[in-house]
């Protein structure tokens, strides 16, 4: 049977009694950190989450032993990533930015959570002044209930749904997982490969080995929003397109204003703006190479970025730094080995960040086909 005719079996001639939220749930909005039971960290003492507007770990502001919600619950940032639902199955206590949805009615509170989801991103929040959530945006929001004569099938029909999304949700988490392994594997390797003996290779100052160059500015104008070469300026996503390039391809450079010290190469020619560095390498030393040694010293390059209203970099906090310059054909094995795991990390287009985006696309496709139930006229 195809998925989309189970689906079709599961939903068939269900009915669908739509009800405000309000009617479901108990919505409450948080309150004050319970300052005479409080902790920084957590204790044997202090067990209980405080949790804010933030997401997942960073929604934790400090620890108690006091739970206001000790329930199975939903909670809604109302500040910040404004509507970003939470699934809670432990007591915890919720404070300023963040509103708790308590079940009144017999519902899968996993259901709810993959509904809530789905709709995160369609409250009507005033543009005006601080963007916040508040709990008469959310109480009349229509929630949907399958089968709301038959508590058995109702039940039945939302855990087969959350057994589906579950099933997808699985999947990326573990993708994810293998993700951040594979990202700590090739960080720690390219840290060795790039980690050299005193006396093993020559060490000379990058801007006496390599020549370091300045992109030229564009003005808007001159910007295309189609073409053949890329332009960057201020960061790793290009600024737009332009018909001629300045910089030839297999180049390292180095954004020194706005994402100041990010480190970039390109396998092609583009158009470097005046808000860029980049470096003409001689015949002894790879530009692959300088690429992949310069990201191992990128918390050093970003740590002389001047902090201002726009954060800048010169080149003389990297002009004077020292890089090895191995045998050509050791610096080509190294590049070669990073290029497999950079591959797989980071690539787009292949490797697991390509996989994980094709599973989540595959997970909103059937949370949508699930929950889209029609609504009648006069509910809409």
């Given at each position: 049977?195809?998925?989309?005719?189970?689906?079709?079996?599961l939903l068939?001639g269900?009915?669908?009694?739509?009800?405000?939220?309000?009617?479901?749930?108990?919505?409450?909005a948080?309150?004050?950190?319970?300052k005479?039971?409080y902790?920084?960290?957590?204790?044997?003492?202090?067990t209980v989450p405080?949790?804010?507007?933030g997401?997942?770990?960073?929604a934790?502001?400090?620890w108690?032993?006091?739970p206001k919600?000790?329930?199975?619950s939903?909670t809604?940032?109302?500040?910040g990533?404004?509507?970003?639902t939470?699934?809670?199955?432990?007591?915890?206590?919720?404070?300023?930015?963040?509103?708790?949805?308590?079940?009144?009615?017999?519902?899968?509170?996993k259901?709810?959570?993959?509904?809530?989801?789905?709709?995160?991103n369609?409250?009507?929040?005033?543009?005006?002044?601080?963007?916040?959530l508040?709990?008469?945006?959310?109480?009349?929001?229509?929630?949907p209930?399958?089968?709301?004569?038959?508590?058995?099938?109702?039940?039945?029909i939302?855990a087969?749904?959350?057994?589906i999304?579950?099933?997808?949700?699985e999947?990326?988490?573990?993708?994810?997982?293998?993700?951040?392994a594979?990202?700590k594997?090739?960080n720690?390797?390219?840290d060795?490969l790039?980690?050299?003996?005193?006396?093993?290779?020559?060490?000379?100052?990058?801007g006496?080995?390599?020549?370091?160059?300045?992109?030229?500015?564009?003005v808007?104008?001159?910007?295309?929003?189609?073409?053949?070469?890329?332009?960057?300026?201020?960061?790793?996503?290009?600024?737009g397109?332009y018909?001629?390039?300045?910089?030839?391809?297999?180049?390292?450079?180095?954004i020194?204003?706005?994402?100041?010290?990010?480190?970039g190469?390109?396998s092609?020619?583009?158009?470097?703006a005046?808000?860029?560095?980049?470096?003409?390498?001689?015949?002894n030393l790879?530009?692959?190479?300088?690429?992949?040694?310069l990201?191992t010293?990128?918390?050093?390059?970003?740590?002389q970025?001047r902090?201002s209203?726009?954060?800048r970099?010169?080149?003389?906090?990297?002009?004077?730094m020292?890089?090895?310059i191995p045998?050509?054909?050791?610096?080509?094995?190294?590049?070669?080995?990073?290029?497999?795991f950079?591959a797989?990390?980071?690539?787009?287009?292949?490797?697991l960040?390509?996989?994980?985006?094709?599973r989540?696309?595959q997970?909103?496709?059937?949370?949508?086909?699930l929950?889209?139930f029609?609504?009648?006229?006069?509910?809409?």
């Open positions: 049977m195809s998925s989309n005719n189970f689906m079709k079996k068939d269900v009915e669908v009694e739509w009800k405000v939220l309000h009617e479901v749930f108990d919505i409450f948080g309150g004050d950190v319970p005479d039971a902790s920084d960290v957590e204790t044997s003492d202090f405080i949790l804010s507007n997401i997942e770990d960073k934790i502001y400090g108690t032993n006091n919600i000790e329930k199975p939903l809604i940032s109302a500040r990533t404004i509507g970003w939470s699934y809670r199955d432990k007591p915890f206590f919720p404070i300023v930015r963040l509103i708790t949805l308590t079940p009144k009615i017999f519902i899968n509170l259901y709810a959570y993959y509904y809530m989801k789905m709709i995160e369609d409250y009507n929040v005033p543009k005006v002044g601080i963007p916040q508040t709990i008469p945006m959310i109480k009349d929001k229509l929630f209930i399958p089968c709301p004569d038959n508590l058995k099938r109702s039940l039945e939302q087969e749904i959350v057994r999304l579950d099933t997808f949700t999947l990326t988490a573990e993708l994810t997982a293998e993700l951040t594979r990202k594997q090739y720690y390797y390219r060795q790039l980690t050299f003996e005193e006396g093993e290779v020559e060490w000379k100052p990058l006496e080995v390599a020549e370091i160059k300045r992109g030229r500015r564009l808007k104008s001159q910007l295309e929003e189609t073409g053949r070469y890329a332009v960057f300026q201020n960061c790793m996503i290009p600024l397109y018909h001629e390039s300045n910089v030839k391809a297999d180049t390292t450079f180095i020194s204003a706005g994402s100041a010290g990010e480190i190469y390109s092609i020619d583009f158009w470097a005046d808000d860029v560095y980049y470096f003409i390498t001689p015949e790879s530009s692959k190479f300088l690429y992949y040694f990201l010293q990128q918390a050093i390059i970003r740590g970025v902090r209203s726009v954060p970099l010169s080149k003389i906090a990297f002009e004077k020292f890089i090895p045998p050509l054909v050791e610096q080509a094995r190294i590049v070669s080995i990073l290029d497999k950079d797989l990390t980071s690539s787009i287009t292949e490797g960040p390509r996989e994980i985006e094709l989540q696309k997970y909103e496709y059937y949370r949508n086909m929950l889209n029609p609504k009648e006229e006069n509910n809409t």
